[in-house]
């Protein structure tokens, strides 16, 4: 067998379905929102996506290294000058080396094209999270029917009472989220909602930690879900010499004010409640 040839066409078919998985994790929603709404895409979750990505990664870079090597010579020919001189600062070589250097050191600073590339995944991220809705808190799929009332601010015998009603099969309090939504065929998030009153009654004003996601949500957003008085909200972020814009998120808010987001969370917090 040739391994010149198997390794150039294994780099080949190996680079095209890792092309794939590379576009589906760019596009597909933070795993907090994937694990808690059992998003799929092709019938497959974002951690079989993510699985496939690493297997299918390192058979391409495995597959380019050979390919490297039984390639060397016109590799290096490529580092002679017209003479077939070796020299490695090349016209090529630098070029290539700046192009690396400009991506490496362009995504650390944020600066475009590089953040605009980063916005647009943050982008398909955010869209996802308000399409499949975010969870309660951090991997709550994870928690105990039993911690999963305590944290959500559920009575847990009325809520098993509605999971009961509902036809959603409970082995008992103990049971995760992820195990009821296994065990019939549904999400976490399908799950919560069954257990949850039809109409659960809230009051105005902010938790006193902000739900994931909070940071890329806008404070139009945030006014809306919780109950807020928009044009009194900025009012009273004014009062405290911050400013505001209805459209903006948490984190450019934050970022606008020379905070971080959890402090202007804060800040906010204490506004809308006169704290």
């Known amino acids: 067998m040739n391994l010149r040839k198997i390794a150039s066409l294994t780099a080949l078919l190996s680079f095209l379905p890792t092309l794939v998985t590379s ?17 799929r895409l092709w019938g497959l979750s974002k951690e079989q996506w993510g699985d ?13 290294c050979l390919h490297v090597y039984y390639n060397w010579n016109p590799l290096i020919s490529y580092l002679k000058d017209r003479a077939r001189n070796l020299k490695v600062f090349t016209p090529a070589f630098a070029m290539a080396l700046v192009l690396c250097l400009a991506t490496l050191l362009g995504t650390l600073a944020r600066v475009p094209p590089f953040s605009s590339l980063l916005l647009l995944a943050d982008g398909f991220k955010d869209a996802a999270a308000r399409t499949y809705g975010e969870p309660p808190y951090g991997h709550a799929e994870l928690s105990s029917l039993r911690t999963f009332a305590k944290k959500a ?15 959603v099969r409970v082995g008992s309090p103990e049971d995760t989220l992820l195990q ?15 257990m949850s009153p039809e109409k659960e009654s809230r009051p105005a004003g902010l938790p006193d930690a902000p739900p994931p996601g909070t940071g890329n949500r806008t404070l139009a957003d945030l006014c809306a879900e919780y109950g807020l008085n ?22 450019e808010l934050a970022a606008d004010n020379g905070m971080g987001p959890m402090d202007f969370y804060e800040a906010l917090r204490l506004a809308v409640s006169g704290g």
């Open 23 to 39: 576009t589906i994790l760019f596009i597909c929603p933070q795993g907090r929102v994937a694990y808690w709404s059992d998003w």
């Open 52 to 64: 496939l990505h690493i297997t299918l990664g390192v058979l391409f870079l495995l597959a380019l």
């Open 230 to 251: 928009l044009p009194d909200t900025v009012r009273a972020l004014a009062g405290r010499g911050l400013k505001a814009e209805a459209g903006r998120t948490i984190k």
């Open 180 to 194: 009821v939504a296994k065990a019939n065929h549904m999400s976490p998030q399908q799950v919560f909602l069954a």
């Open 153 to 167: 601010e559920l009575d847990l015998e009325p809520a098993l009472a509605r999971l009961a009603a509902a036809g």
